[in-house]
């Protein structure tokens, strides 16, 4: 009996192409699959270095104007080759990632990570006494205390950590889970480079909620209230729901997160 008519007779198979009389044969399974997530319209991957300039003023166009600290200290709109050194010292690490639009080619998200050593805490407190401009030198203070703070390498034994350090997306591109993508994709890097230990220091709400949502763990908090000058007046006054910077840390090759592995495979 033929099913779908696709059935042809033994003298007739010998004489036609096996290709030909599979094709219809595939035409009529593929009714019957299961559709697959709707395709995406983004590409992740590394940047390469000639668009490290563009990651630069994408930065300064939808990151620091919005990011709690910098827009706290008035640091958001006045441009700043310190704090773009920095960022292209993280870029040159080959270890950021950027997200692509398929149809156009261009840019529309990114996330600058980096690897943070013990000494480095140290060398910024150094540097910051360097600077004459105050916000910049309270910023780079409270970056110093905050990479210091949850003592990461002494807690897991380690002498470099994979950081994810700025995490941006267009105006136009919110909402479309491109932060969830960008901080999950970094995260994976980081497992794949043999990182123990990757961490995320998240200053904004809404970058602890992808944290909370990616499962990561909380390892440190400071209310913006508790970091004061030598006055005892609040050094960043973000605006509300900016309460808190919180750190989260992953641990990919841990037993823990073997075991989570094997859970969600079985």
Not at 205 to 230: G, W
């Amino acid at each position: 009996m033929a099913i779908f008519g696709n059935v042809l007779p033994k003298f007739m198979c010998k004489s036609l192409n096996l290709q030909q009389t599979l094709l219809p044969v595939s035409r009529f399974i593929s009714l019957f699959r299961k559709k697959s997530k709707e395709e995406s319209h983004y590409l992740i991957h590394r940047p390469q270095p000639d668009e490290y300039c563009e990651i630069l003023r994408l930065l300064w166009e939808c990151y620091y104007p919005e990011e709690p600290t910098t827009l706290s200290l008035g640091l958001g709109h006045c441009h700043n080759p310190v704090m773009d050194e920095d960022s292209l010292r993280g870029l040159s690490e080959g270890l950021s990632l950027v997200a692509r639009c398929k149809y156009t080619g261009d840019i529309v998200a990114g996330s600058v990570n980096r690897t943070a050593c013990p000494w480095d805490a140290e060398e910024m407190e150094r540097f910051s006494c360097s600077l004459t401009c105050p916000k910049l030198k309270s910023y780079t203070k409270f970056n110093a205390h905050l990479l210091k703070a949850p003592m990461l390498w002494e807690r897991f034994c380690t002498d470099k950590i994979f950081e994810i350090s700025q995490v941006f997306v267009k105006k136009e591109e919110r909402q479309k889970g491109l932060g969830f993508k960008l901080i999950k994709s970094s995260k994976e890097l980081g497992a794949d480079c043999g990182f123990r230990v990757i961490r995320l220091d998240a200053t904004s709400h809404y970058s602890a909620k992808i944290c909370e949502k990616l499962d990561m763990r909380l390892i440190y908090t400071i209310n913006y209230d508790d970091y004061v000058d030598i006055y005892g007046n609040p050094v960043i006054k973000p605006p509300p729901p900016h309460c808190a910077c919180k750190v989260y840390i992953d641990l990919p090759h841990s037993m823990e997160q073997r075991k989570k592995k094997k859970k969600k495979r079985k």
